[in-house]
């Protein structure tokens, strides 16, 4: 599904054919409104006198007091009644006589991106559509900024594509496009307060996840879902199933033979006798370390270059294997451990709500990781704004990595900049999260746990969005439901202190989740570590990525020292930080090679 949106004037008219789509929706004027590509299940069209509602995805049909209560409306903030009840996950449009209002979800699986055209701004659920309208270039220096590891760039730069004059909206707002073609961004949505009891939160969890499942779940089609072993996957494939899925689950069994979640697997397997179990080998070289972007691939990541992209011959085997099952969507557990995990910052955020838990947290913290006393205590005490945090951390990004024993409870996590980075390319990323931090004083929430889980999220959305860019064609759909605004809504207005109730694992979904989830599996308190499939795969793939090595793109623009990471990659090192930067280098000298349009070559 992709789709453009115009505003309601004859400059934005004027575009539609440019786009080259197959369905078109119009204002109340008649002039082009929405036009792109979409199933008819995917769309819902609701109309009162002159005014347009449309929403794309996953959600609850519209009830018969929606078209009642667009006609009330009197401004394109009163769709706040409907954007803030609907479950799921969707991009919602409203068309009020002439004015345009445009958003997506609030963790970006569903994101809005603009350009300027012919004079004004014109909206699109993806980049490639826009693409097609600007031929907007390449943003070396946003590329340059994707070299961080871990993760790439920190919030708010983690929304931005790397092309020039094509922007994303920022979190947790909603775009209005005037009848002039002038646009603004308007902040609607914040987090709730976070006063529920543990009990609390997990009723509200339960029925935001059940009504998630509900949207997904077709009598009449075919589920599949990771089964990890690990405690959010097992979730979501209980839930399908007591929701009445024809579920097909895949387990990729690990290389590291300590790792349990084979075994968790198989248990899951055993309580689900009605779905079909898949285990994948656990040498079977899809699932390593890949190169990432090859010629085949050359649509599959307009935005740029990301940091799943190792995984991408993954992706693309389980998307086969399922749409061989029958499988149109796929479930997955990205955002579990933001919602219901520990973040770094929880015991900086506990302090400050309940100073004696939170100094207990701390003090368990500190023992478990040898922080030293006086780091730890010094960690507590920062009351740094998040805009100096995150300009502290744009000094830091030639830094080595941070001990282990050492505490870091600031907003962001520090990135680094690998060490085969140029001084330019390196001199432009520092610039960039300064001028981010100028620009951006403000964080996701007040609460610095909150923001850092909001953050997080938002990296999650932007992953299961772009896979489903990758595996476009296929026909999967890639889903997270934790990712759905009313989860992520019901997990983080639940009180710190009971998110982080002593001594349990996840208490907040184990809670959620009881009688639906067997008691078991609600008791597992560890998590499976997969560096053993980075380390096999570079070994397995070292002379292809030595190949990137020979006239990189990277190095043509100026952003890397090839000798450096040759040297990198023949000796990466023991430990997993050191094969972070790996990633990241070869999914941006992958994905140049597979767009060489972007660099003037004709590979």
Sequence with gaps: MEFTVLPDCPAGAALADRVGAAKRIDHASGRPWIVGDWAEDEATVTEAGTRRMAVFGHTRPHDTGTASALGRMRSLHDVDRVASRLPGVFHLAASLDGAVRLQGSVAGVRQVFTARVGGVTVAASAVDPLLRLTGAGLDETLLAARLLAPGGAPWPLSLRPVRRGVDALPTGHWLELGTDGRARSVRWWELPEAALSLEEGAGAVRSALTDALATRVDPHGTISADLSGGLDSTTLCFLADAAGADLVTYHVMPLDEANEDSAW?????????????????????????????TADTVNAAPEGPSTWASGLAHIRDLAGRATAEGATLHLSGFGGDELFGRMPACAWSLARIRPADGLRLVNRYRLANRWPWR?????????????????????????????????????????????????????AVRDLLTTAAERTPEPLDADRARHQ??????????????????????????????LDDRVLEAALATRIDERLAAGRFKPLLTTAVRGVVPDDFLARRDKGEFSAETFRGIERNRDRILDLCEDSLLARLGLVDPDTFRSAVLNPGPMSHHLQPIQTTVACESWLRAHPQDTGESR
């Excluded at 951390?393 to 085969?420: K, L, S, Y």
């Excluded at 860019?469 to 889903?479: F, I, S």
């Design 375 to 427: 780091s730890t205590l010094r960690q507590l005490a920062d009351r740094s704004s998040f805009a100096r945090n995150l300009t502290e951390v744009a000094g830091r990004i030639t830094d080595p990595p941070p001990p282990v024993n050492e505490p870091d409870f600031g907003w962001v996590f520090a990135p680094r900049m690998p060490a085969w980075a140029t001084p330019d390319a390196v001199a």
């Design 453 to 482: 889980a909001l953050s997080s999220l938002v990296f999650e959305g932007n992953t299961v969005r772009q896979v489903n860019t990758a595996v476009a064609g296929t026909g999967l759909v890639w889903e997270a439901p934790f």
């Design 265 to 293: 697997a198989r248990k899951a397997a055993a309580h689900l006798p009605h779905a079909r179990h898949h285990m994948l080998a656990a040498d079977r070289a899809a699932n390593l370390f890949d190169i990432g972007y």
